[in-house]
């Protein structure tokens, strides 16, 4: 028996006619009409300035003290001296437009047994700088420098009755004082170096105090009978400011001073202290003075000295 299918009866059909339509009085949906309108979103009202000043201060308390017994065989004096210092500095960059405010206030004093009190430290330094950069590391600027000391300046000696005694006055507050101004160029290719060729330098020295005026020498380099001296200069100033570690700074100025009239015989002057941090307020420094200025001693002058203290910092 054969069963079989013939392709002759099949039935060729459309399949979109098979599909349901629609009926015509189906519901007709509408589509809405969109409304675009704009929304103003609210804004923060920041107050937003930049500030174009910094400022940095210090305050510090140095002491050192030294005793011995009676019997102490290899010598020694008994001694104790106090130290204070206060630093500001303010810095206004804006553009290539810089200035620079610098104050540094130092006063200590000595007390060794059987002698009178005296000062190790006293000076007034207030530095003003406006600088102009016309290339990467250049600047044309021009500065303003006030100079003197606190305090009176004694000599000491030994009186008739064998104790230490005053025997003269050498120095008091603006006697002598500078007041120096300066123009030039000024090298400064980080920040924490910089040097100033102040070619157009102009330094007046006075004395205010009476008992110091020149009556038959000269005195701080004001001729007999005057108050009052003008110099005109060439100055060089390198100033350093650098982290030598984690909890090691050096600060230092050298300061070259030659009169256009005497550029053979020029004062030289080098301030450096090396300051180590023991804690966030306690640090040990060490500060060291050079000076040569034949107008006050033909010798090079040096001081030294080593302190433990406080310092606190703002900000930290």
């Known amino acids: 028996m054969v069963c079989g299918v ?5 039935q060729n059909y459309n399949l979109d006619e098979l599909r349901r339509k629609p009926d015509t009085n ?8 969109l409304a675009v309108r704009p929304v103003t979103l609210p804004q923060s009202p920041l107050d937003l ?10 305050f510090g308390v140095n002491v050192n003290q030294a005793s011995f017994s009676e019997n102490w065989n290899a010598g020694g004096v008994n001694s104790v001296s106090v130290g204070a210092l206060i630093s500001h500095k303010s810095d206004y960059t804006r553009n290539n437009t810089n200035f620079v405010t610098e104050l540094a206030l130092q006063y200590g004093k000595v007390k060794n047994r059987d002698q009178l009190a005296r000062k190790n ?3 007034i330094f207030w530095d003003n700088k406006l600088s102009l950069k016309i290339a990467k590391s250049w600047s044309l600027y021009t500065s303003l420098t006030f100079e003197t000391q ?20 050498i120095s008091n507050f603006m006697a002598p004082g500078y007041i120096t101004e300066s123009l030039g160029l000024e090298y400064k290719p980080d920040e924490t170096f910089s040097l100033r060729f102040g070619t157009g330098t102009a330094r007046q020295t006075f004395i205010l105090d009476d008992r110091l005026l020149p009556i038959t020498e000269e005195r701080f380099g004001i001729e007999p009978g005057h108050r009052f001296r003008n110099d005109l200069a ?60 034949s107008r006050l001693d033909g010798a090079v002058q040096t001081s030294q000295t080593l302190a433990l203290g406080l310092l606190f910092k703002i900000p930290r």
Do not use: C, M
């Open 6 to 10: 013939s392709t002759a009866a099949a």
């Open 26 to 33: 189906s519901l007709k949906v509408d589509r809405p009409a």
């Open 49 to 58: 300035r930049v500030i174009y000043w910094r400022h940095w201060s210090s």
């Open 121 to 123: 430290n006293d000076r």
């Open 150 to 169: 606190f305090d009176v300046g004694y000599s000491y000696g030994v009186g008739s009755d064998g104790r230490d005694s005053i025997t003269g006055l």
């Open 234 to 293: 060439f100055q060089l100033t390198a100033n350093l400011d650098r982290n030598l570690g984690e909890n090691f700074n050096l600060k230092s100025r050298y300061n070259l001073f030659a009169n256009y009239e005497e550029l053979s015989d020029p004062a030289h002057r080098l301030d450096a202290t090396l300051t180590a941090r023991v804690t966030r307020v306690i640090n040990v420094t060490l500060n060291g003075i050079i000076l040569y200025d």
